[in-house]
């Protein structure tokens, strides 16, 4: 039962720097979500997508990008690392738009 | 802005004794509440929801209490268990939006 699959789980970035944050689902489901966790914060909402080739900005969009070519696979892009982008991000699908969620492991990113 | 507030970062009680974790809320317009429960390393875990008809929810040894006039929801744990020391989160979504809106979270620890 793999559910929600984060990788990696540790990266440490250069202010500038690129990477590509990878989320697979293997539960046929239609919605998926990205959110982030600051420390002493709750999680705020970046991206979610209702299904593939669908894609649409929740609270703090700025600064990353996503697309979703298939219903599997949700991947979060940070073009130009910034240390606000510090943070330890979860991605998570649901069946539905007020259906519990699934969450990923999370993947803890420090950009220095 | 927080909408949703936990204004309590911790709390200890003892094994076998209640747990009472709370939740309070600006949104008159949130009509769905969840709770979440997050261990160390790894992403939060669907507990509990409630949604505005109701006033309470049970499954277990868990119980959602939601006083709609004061904008308050509470979550009962009986009897707690040393496993159920955790990170608390509770959230709350209105209408047909795909947005949660998630509380700064509680550190439970139930002491043997």
């Known amino acids: ?112 | 802005d927080q909408q949703v507030k936990q204004n309590s970062p911790s709390l200890s009680v003892q094994e076998g004794r209640i747990s009472i974790l709370n939740c309070d809320y600006t949104n008159s317009m949130f009509d769905y509440f969840l709770w979440y429960k997050k261990y160390p390393a790894e992403g939060p875990t669907f507990l509990i929801s409630i949604s505005s008809i109701k006033d309470k929810n049970e499954d277990g040894r868990f119980t959602v209490f939601l006083n709609k006039s004061a904008k308050h929801l509470s979550l009962h744990i009986v009897p707690s268990q040393p496993g159920d020391s955790a990170v608390y989160f509770c959230a709350a979504s209105k209408g047909s939006a795909r947005q949660l809106t998630f509380g700064s979270g509680t550190q439970l620890t139930v002491l043997p």
């Open chain 1, 1 to 112: 039962n793999a559910g929600v699959t984060q990788t990696p789980k540790f990266r440490i970035l250069k202010i500038g720097q690129s990477m590509t944050l990878q989320c697979t689902q293997d539960m046929n489901h239609n919605y998926m979500y990205w959110y982030r966790q600051d420390p002493g914060m709750g999680l705020k909402l970046i991206y979610y997508s209702v299904g593939a080739g669908i894609t649409d900005k929740g609270e703090v969009p700025n600064g990353y990008n996503v697309s979703r070519s298939t219903t599997e696979d949700f991947p979060l892009r940070l073009e130009l690392a910034a240390p606000s982008q510090t943070s330890v991000y979860f991605c998570a699908s649901s069946t539905g738009a007020r259906e519990k969620l699934f969450f990923g492991s999370g993947t803890q990113l420090s950009v220095l």
